[in-house]
């Protein structure tokens, strides 16, 4: 994963842009209730409503969440003129998106998908909406916005989710734009339609890359089987880099600063809801920023990666990700906080892996040591311990790095998911707030002599010793490095 400086300086930048969006508007409607019998006319279930939740999605999704993380956007799409169009024109009034771009459409009805959920559990999703191709007139009303939207933008992201927006007219407009220069990132379910664009940047997800190449068993191993095929891939879709999603999978990348992978989670599906268009939108942000596209894809993840914890459409906010890439965010400092993480990841069925120490001075070794531990499940919580109590195991030379500097540090990994800190000498206080799944250790300690080992099993949790790596100790590191001082 990038420095999290440059991740950081990159998202300051986003401020300073402006991106041309354009795709299909969606009003995400969720309906929630509670069953209050079972219905006479069916088995299913009679659901009270007490909650409606109206959200921008699909295009309209990706522009809140450019607005979100600082960006202004231009954002050029169709609406009805029907009630869920005005809403769906003042939700993003509402996040400050300017809806002068917007063609609207008197004979063409809203795109809503509504979801009915009862007492947390999805029951039906209705979509409703016209999905034919723009009219020859409504197409050249949105190519003249494109046109009229374009000046002083520094990228133009298409959002094509293939539901009649992209007429002849419009895509003749976005070759057009791309002649005179504009870069442009598509996003589409029909990336073939712009091998003629040749656009700079095509983001598929690992579905639609099947769909392009025709095939239709997935193989295990997705990321390798997309380097295999990025001939054919940049043959059928004219790009210049590819990146795919690849969900819990991450994001790897094909082209002139390939190949790069980011890591990934698994969450349930109502938790995914509108990750594409975050990571779609800080992608761009980045890229049109200037920054590298590895840094551009690790800033990306990380976007996406915060709106997993949220069910329904989120978008994410800068000052949020922020202290995310800082590391604060990463950090629980006190009981209800790590309460509240643990709690939310054990409603995701999420195996937590718990490990503490010192990391006093991070090296290979360690590093080694918690992605292996991060591998044994899918949290890696990182207690460590605070300045005192590294004192009293270690020496009064001892922390080397203040336990502030050492949780930067530790919570700038990609592996590490929490850290928290603890004043004792054994990490009896987090373990039991945490009760891990799987509590490790590296392999230069011995099971029977670990304080926490009854604790951890008593809870219900696993031990595992990590093989421990020789020649790599913080000790030795201080001990060579003060040697070298004495005989420089």
Not at 212 to 226: E, H, K, N, Q, T
Not at 421 to 440: C, G, Y
Not at 444 to 453: F, H, I, N
Not at 475 to 486: C, D
């Amino acid at each position: 994963m990038a420095d999290a400086q440059a991740l950081i300086g990159t998202l300051g930048r986003f401020s300073e842009r402006t991106i041309l969006l354009i795709g299909e508007s969606i009003l995400d409607r969720y309906l929630k209730g509670s069953a209050t019998g079972i219905c006479r006319e069916a088995p299913v279930p009679v659901v009270g409503l007490n909650t409606i939740i109206d959200a921008p999605g699909g295009a309209a999704n990706t522009a809140r969440n450019m607005s979100r993380l600082g960006g202004q956007v231009r954002f050029v799409s169709v609406v009805g003129a029907d009630h869920f169009g005005l809403a769906l024109k003042q939700l993003l009034r509402d996040q400050g998106i300017d809806t002068r771009w917007l063609v609207t459409d008197p004979k063409r009805r809203t795109l809503v998908k509504q979801r009915l959920r009862c007492d947390d559990q999805l029951v039906a999703r209705f979509d409703d909406g016209d999905t034919d191709v723009l009219s020859e007139e409504k197409a050249r009303q949105v190519a003249a916005a494109l046109h009229k939207a374009a000046p002083g933008c520094d990228g133009m992201v298409v959002s094509d989710y293939d539901l009649g927006l992209m007429a002849p007219a419009v895509l003749e407009a976005l070759r057009d734009l791309c002649a005179q220069g504009l870069p442009v990132l598509v996003d589409s379910k029909r990336l073939e339609r712009y091998h003629d664009i040749h656009p700079w940047v095509v983001k598929p997800n690992f579905g639609e890359v099947l769909k392009l190449l025709g095939v239709s068993a997935a193989p295990s191993d997705r990321a390798r089987f997309v380097e295999a095929a990025q001939g054919e891939l940049f043959r059928i879709t004219g790009a210049e880099s590819l990146i795919v999603t690849l969900d819990r999978d991450g994001a790897v990348l094909c082209g002139p600063q390939g190949p790069y992978r980011t890591a990934g989670r698994s969450v349930p599906a109502a938790f995914a809801a509108g990750a594409g268009d975050t990571f779609v939108s800080a992608l761009a942000l980045a890229l049109f920023s200037g920054a590298p596209m590895t840094v551009a894809m690790d800033l990306a993840a990380a976007a996406a990666d915060l709106i997993l914890d949220h069910d329904g459409t989120t978008a994410c906010g800068r000052d949020v990700l922020e202290r995310e890439l800082a590391g604060q965010g990463k950090y629980l400092r006190d009981a209800t906080q790590i309460e509240e993480a643990v709690g939310r990841h054990r409603a995701r069925h999420r195996r937590l892996v718990f490990t503490n120490g010192c990391f006093d001075i991070l090296h290979r070794g360690h590093i080694t040591y918690l992605e292996r531990a991060k591998a044994l499940g899918d949290v890696l919580i990182v207690g460590l311990n605070g300045d005192a109590s590294v004192t009293r195991l270690k020496g009064l030379d001892r922390p080397m790095n203040t336990l502030a500097d050492r949780i930067a540090v530790v919570a700038a990994l990609g592996c590490v998911d929490h850290v928290v800190s603890f004043d004792d000498d054994t990490a009896h206080a987090p373990i039991r707030l945490i009760r891990p799944d799987i509590f490790v250790k590296g392999g230069d300690y011995a099971a029977k002599t670990l304080p926490e080992v009854d604790l951890v099993e008593e809870l219900g949790g696993r031990v595992r010793l990590l093989e421990y790596i020789d020649n790599r100790s913080t000790s030795g590191l201080i001990e060579r490095i003060r040697g070298a001082a004495r005989t420089g």
